[in-house]
């Protein structure tokens, strides 16, 4: 089995990659859901509140967001919570498809949380730091959220540098597609 890691900065276009790339063909994990349904979970929700002496009458998430954008280590406390369960994820993934040809795993902060050991392939995302704000405002986000995240990651040299290719994708789906398809076609 070949696991092909897809990783790259806030709003690079990393979910659009890990689509193209598995074609609905091969096994996509995606640690991005996994989070997304983490705060759908009492259990999880009961913790964050509880870790961050958060209201329970008002959203958590909005909550979380507030304390983040107030101090910015409450994003590594969180994180502290939320990595070692999407790795826990991880690992039963790639378990799970053991007699897959080849298998994605959708990762954003993959170098940052050293997790390169578990991948056969690096695929790093790269877009402009003002294509990546606009694409971030443009699906709802907050600006200054998007400067403190960004801050959290590496700079977009070393993350090219620690895999093994680099999709730029400050262009057209269309040219995006075509870098995708030319690259994927030496696994799939």
């Known amino acids: 089995m070949i696991k092909i890691g897809i990783t790259g900065s806030l709003a690079s276009g990393k979910s659009t990659v890990s689509k193209l790339m598995s074609s609905n063909k091969y096994p996509l994990f995606s640690a991005d859901k996994v989070v997304k349904n983490l705060y759908k979970s009492n259990h999880f929700i009961k913790n964050v509140q509880k870790k961050f002496k958060l209201s329970k009458a008002k959203k958590t998430k909005q909550q979380i967001r507030n304390l983040v954008l107030k101090n910015d280590q409450n ?66 986000g907050n600006k200054k959220i998007f400067i403190t995240l960004n801050k959290r990651q590496l700079n977009s040299k070393i993350k090219s540098k620690l895999s093994d290719y680099t999709i730029n994708n400050n262009s057209s789906l269309t040219q995006l597609r075509k870098n995708v398809k030319n690259i994927i076609k030496n696994y799939a």
């Open 75 to 140: 994003l590594r406390k969180l994180e502290l919570l939320i990595h070692p369960i999407v790795r826990r994820e991880m690992k039963k993934f790639i378990k799970s498809k053991k007699k897959h040809k080849i298998i994605f795993l959708e990762i954003p902060l993959l170098i940052e949380s050293k997790l390169m050991q578990y991948f056969d392939v690096i695929f790093f995302v790269n877009a402009t730091s003002q294509n990546r704000l606009y694409r971030y405002l443009k699906q709802g």
